[in-house]
């Protein structure tokens, strides 16, 4: 949707696809030797023109935040709604997300197949 600094903001139809997508980006920059991290987060968003706003955003970005570099990591939102899609998840316990209260199960993504 857009370029935000150092980093870009998309949207997906669905949170697999977006996994996948997240995964052939991560593939794609390290053949140019350049390591990215993405967080997923999935909720209502507010759709502003040509741009989206509001906690969901709010919420990805905290999570892409407490990422590793090379990795995907998602909210607990995201599991439950690719059950069956053999994209497996690797538990990263509870993490504070500034701006945002309470504690959030984090996952990284497995292998997506």
Same mark, same amino acid.
């Given at each position: 949707?857009?370029?935000?600094?150092?980093?870009?903001?998309?949207?997906?139809?669905?949170?697999?696809?977006?996994?996948?997508?997240?995964?052939a980006?991560?593939?794609?920059?390290?053949?140019?030797? &350049?390591? &990215?991290?993405?967080?997923?987060?999935?909720?209502?968003?507010?759709?502003?023109?040509?741009?989206?706003?509001?906690?969901a955003v709010? &919420?990805?970005?905290?999570?892409?935040?407490?990422?590793?570099?090379?990795?995907?990591?998602?909210?607990?939102?995201?599991?439950?709604?690719?059950?069956?899609?053999n994209i497996?998840?690797?538990?990263?316990?509870?993490?504070?997300?500034?701006?945002?209260?309470?504690?959030?199960?984090?996952?990284?993504?497995?292998?997506a197949?």
């Open positions: 949707m857009k370029f935000t600094g150092d980093g870009s903001l998309a949207s997906f139809d669905s949170p697999g696809g977006a996994i996948r997508s997240a995964e980006t991560i593939a794609a920059v390290n053949r140019l030797g &350049i390591e &990215i991290r993405v967080g997923i987060h999935t909720g209502e968003v507010e759709v502003r023109g040509d741009d989206v706003g509001g906690i709010h &919420i990805g970005a905290r999570v892409m935040a407490a990422a590793r570099p090379g990795e995907v990591l998602v909210s607990a939102a995201v599991p439950p709604l690719v059950t069956g899609s497996t998840f690797e538990d990263r316990g509870p993490h504070a997300l500034k701006g945002v209260d309470g504690e959030w199960n984090l996952f990284a993504v497995g292998q197949r």
